[in-house]
């Protein structure tokens, strides 16, 4: 399952929109509304398909971070990479919703619920190649070869899990790789197409870059915590839906260490994925990861330091990066 | 379901190879190479994947027009192009046969049946993204819009035959933007490909990319008429697949004008299948259908008498064009 939670709550992102200085908001909104101008501009099955996925859309944070990695720029090319990176990020949730044949996604009917598969899949596609369009009409070679990168890296990851799904050989290094490609690499996509188009210049890409890969894996770890500790009424879903679908997180990989006997576990249904939880938990092995991903806030932190960004820029990239990991807490 | 089938026999291929020059043979070689490449070099999952895919290819088609668009000029940028519609190709195919549910292609087993629809989908992603980073590394911004619009179209494409499934409502002009959209755009983005990288330039690429559009939708008609017609013997699949999975092609809309009666047709099986094939060629729909196919092959052809071509480009473009119609005739 793809990392879906809002990166913060309200009050975390009123904090990062203060911090970044007066364009943010406006640019943020413009994004918006150049989605759902692509979202009408293709056909009305795209139009009927996408309304949900739009407006399931969350806290559009892989925009904001296009926007805040530009420093206090302000561009028509920023607002197209802006949408460009959340048409990738929805077509990767139709297509995941297709895989895990989910219903609703924060309480709307997902496009494979309504459409079907071939729906969905045809979906994801326009999807993908629209982010496509959007940055190519920058003209920004650099800024096309970053979204390519991102994409193949997603899918990739994508394959990684299906692979690596019930197995009880999952390293902690190859699970951190696929966090890096599921969901860390369109991080760096949005840090470095900030960059790139924005202020810092690509001078500053390879930085930002970095910085989103940190804070990207760092948000991935948050979630698998999440799936494992709940509680579910703030996470909207119940505990444990990874156990189910065979998905191997760091809070398993840390607890079979701890308890052998979590070895041989496959759970059958959501009573028993509960339980598994409770012995994930038990072993301490949520807390163990919940360093992991704090470590790698911090060193997405170091990143900015050797940056020549301004004060506002960097101190909206600080609440972003606190952001990935205090959701919840 | 996509048009698959090869567009010529051996003989056909080999007179468009020899009317091409002696470019061509060479670069279809290089093409070919490059796509193990890039097939070897993200992840062993995707090589795992993709292998019986690649091997499964057909007859390379799509790089063949970019190579024979592009006059006799030869270039890295145009080997990756080729590379480029093809991965595209390949990306739609894999993903088709997750819609299918297929288990083979060309005698080889799908990825949706080696790897499940999970694995399938996340290597059609894959195959898409790296056909947009192939192009974005020529450095023209123009010959990754023509990709990404042809993607577009494709998907577009895709969701208009899944709205029309089972619809008695039809129209012939729905079914020829189908056409355009789910194939023939993707011809054109070959043909412009082959002309803003090649020799005859970016003054050339409307021109061309209309001739592609045009032998598309000729080449989509008569995939749909063989699916009618037959024989299995030489398409190699039973008749009625498109009867048996509700997609509405121009043979039957046709039929369905001369005898109503087959309105009302649902086949539920292969044998109702054949029996409705029948029925559909007794009205003569076919003989008007594939009319209609070389009319669109003669409005290609007009399109070339235009354009400033060399004789052997001009031969081998009426050549390919020809093919597309005598298939299996």
Redesign the interface.
């Known amino acids: 399952m793809s990392a879906t939670t809002p990166v913060s709550g309200p009050e975390q992102l009123a904090a990062v929109l203060d911090a970044a200085g007066p364009n943010l908001r406006p640019l943020i909104e413009r994004a918006e509304r150049r989605l759902q101008e692509v979202a009408a501009s293709?056909?009305r099955?795209?139009g009927r398909?996408s309304s949900n996925t739009l407006a399931a859309g969350g806290k559009r944070l892989r925009p904001m971070l296009v926007f805040i990695s530009a420093g206090e720029a302000d561009s028509e090319d920023l607002v197209r990479a802006a949408a460009a990176v959340e048409l990738l990020h929805m077509?990767?949730l139709v297509?995941d919703d297709?895989?895990d044949r989910a219903p609703l996604r924060r309480g709307r009917a997902t496009v494979f619920a309504d459409?079907?598969?071939?729906?969905a899949?045809?979906?994801?596609?326009?999807l993908?190649?629209?982010a496509?369009?959007e940055l190519?009409?920058t003209?920004h070679?650099d800024a096309?070869?970053a979204?390519?990168?991102a994409?193949?890296a997603?899918?990739?990851g994508?394959?990684?899990q299906?692979?690596d799904a019930w197995s009880a050989d999952v390293s902690r290094a190859r699970y951190l790789e696929r966090c890096e490609l599921k969901t860390a690499r369109l991080f760096e996509a949005c840090c470095r197409l900030g960059a790139l188009l924005g202020a810092p210049g690509a001078a500053a890409a390879d930085a930002l870059g970095e910085f989103g890969v940190r804070i990207g894996i760092a948000f991935q770890i948050f979630d698998d915590v999440l799936d494992v500790a709940g509680p579910v009424e703030r996470t909207g879903k119940p505990r444990g839906t990874d156990l189910l679908d065979g998905t191997v997180t760091l809070p398993l990989i840390v607890a079979r260490e701890r308890d052998l006997s979590l070895l041989e576990v496959r759970v059958a249904d959501a009573g028993e994925a509960e339980a598994v939880c409770d012995r994930i938990a038990a072993t301490g092995a949520l807390e163990d990861s919940r360093r992991e991903a704090l470590d790698h806030v911090a060193r997405a932190k170091e990143r900015l330091t050797a940056l020549d960004l301004g004060a506002r820029t960097r101190q909206a990239l600080a609440l972003v990066a606190d952001g990935v990991v205090e959701r919840y807490s």
Chains 1, 2 share one sequence.
Not at 115 to 119: E, I, P, R, S, V
């Open positions: 293709h056909g099955e795209l398909h077509a990767t297509h297709v895989l459409g079907g598969t071939a729906a899949t045809a979906t994801g596609d326009l993908f190649s629209r496509f369009a190519t009409a003209g070679a096309v070869r979204l390519a990168d994409t193949s997603l899918a990739r994508e394959l990684m299906r692979e």
